[in-house]
């Protein structure tokens, strides 16, 4: 049993969470990963990786009982997303954010809306979080869409950017602004959007550098009406909401930049122990041990740090943003710097699509951009430190 072998080890996880996250490593060794060069190749939207998902039903242990869901613990939720994307990068965001737009609604809707809604994601439903805009990145506050009141409708005009899942979804935590309220950020609001709504357009679909087989969708939202009893809260909850739903999701992204860095550091083990130079094995140099002793200790640390945040969590606390950012930064960076220096340990063949490190580098790079730049996190982090006056 190696470092992180042990390190797993500790991690308290019911025997039922314990058997599951040992049937989603299975999965993604031997489903999910074979797949994720083609899907990655073709830009195509990975519907065989989520079948197999569904076939686990893991959309259900974010969705509690009471609404066709099988609720565990965050920890779990994140050793899930960890596997997973270390698998399929794409595919692991593509889940990770059927929690991120579903939690929300699990923590704040209404009890109608709870019923009607989210057995169709415990069954399978893909879900969007629909943020950010080309006026509104990291700064929510910059959004254009609006919320107009209209009897027992919301008439919703405007445009998303960057929505991840956002051609294929079935349900859109949607974010904007209520018509009537003057202060940006009391006007923010949330609300539920619903596939099919007339007045809904997909504008495009983006060709990116990495994470290729999850959509990352462009949307318009003309004279959309949305039944009033689909707003989530009160008219000017959505900023409370939305800080709420970022705390639980940023770690969530920490494990999925962390699935990444596990990959690349195991690629890279695994090839400097096999390749020689000068009569030696790659992995018998100092220089490369010193590499390898650095590139292990942060990662075994910060995996240790995505554990402290869960059992954060899991244990009830909700005033977790510093925390969650420290992870974020921290995790996301960390990959970027894993995934290059393996495709500089693989020299030449780093550099072509033979090799999966290529991929890993390419997917790592926006774990450092969304759910907030590390810049912003670096901000909060240290503003957190400034005492009151």
């Known amino acids: 049993m190696d470092v992180f072998e042990r390190l797993d080890a500790t991690l308290a996880l019911a025997e039922e969470e314990r058997l599951l996250v040992d049937s989603v490593r299975a999965l993604a060794r031997d489903e999910i990963a074979p797949r994720a060069e083609r899907y990655d190749r073709d830009a195509e939207f990975p519907w065989e990786n989520v079948k197999a998902i569904n076939r686990l039903g893991l959309n259900a242990m974010f969705i509690p009982e009471a609404y066709g869901g099988a609720p565990l613990s965050y920890a779990a939720y994140l050793a899930c997303v960890r596997e997973i994307s270390s698998a399929c990068a794409s595919t692991g965001v593509i889940w990770a954010t059927n929690f991120h737009g579903i939690k929300p609604l699990v923590d704040f809707g209404t009890e109608e809306q709870k019923q009607r809604l989210l057995p169709r994601i415990a069954q399978g439903g893909l879900v969007s979080l629909a943020i950010t805009e080309p006026t509104a990145g990291s700064d929510a506050t910059g959004m254009k869409t609006r919320f107009t009141a209209d009897g027992d409708s919301i008439v919703v005009d405007g445009g998303k950017t960057f929505i991840t899942s956002g051609d294929v979804a079935d349900l859109y935590l949607l974010f904007g602004k209520w018509s009537g309220i003057d202060d940006d950020r009391k ?106 002793a650095d590139l292990a200790a942060e990662l075994a640390q910060c995996e240790a740090w995505l554990w402290h945040v869960a059992r954060l969590v899991d244990g009830g606390a909700h005033d977790i943003g510093i925390e969650a950012s420290m992870l974020k930064l921290r995790a996301s960076d960390l990959a970027m710097r894993i995934a290059t220096e393996a495709v500089q340990l693989h020299g030449g063949y780093g550099y072509c699509k033979d090799y999966r490190v290529e991929r890993l580098m390419r997917d790592a790079k926006i774990t450092q951009i969304w759910e907030g730049t590390n810049q912003i996190h670096r901000q909060l982090i240290g503003r957190s430190f400034l005492s009151k006056q």
């Open 187 to 292: 006007a923010i609001s949330a609300l539920i959007f619903e596939k099919g709504t007339p007045g809904f357009t997909v504008l495009r679909t983006e060709d990116k550098m990495g994470i290729r087989a999850s959509s990352t969708a462009a949307l318009a939202f003309d004279g959309c009406r949305v039944p009033r009893a689909n707003l989530l809260g009160k008219p000017g909850d959505g900023l409370s909401l939305l800080l709420a739903s970022l705390n639980k999701s940023r770690p969530s992204v920490a494990a999925h930049a962390l699935g990444i860095a596990r990959a690349a550091f195991g690629d890279a083990v695994a090839y400097i122990n096999e390749r020689r130079q000068s009569g030696r094995r790659i992995a018998e140099f100092q220089g490369i041990q010193f590499l390898l």
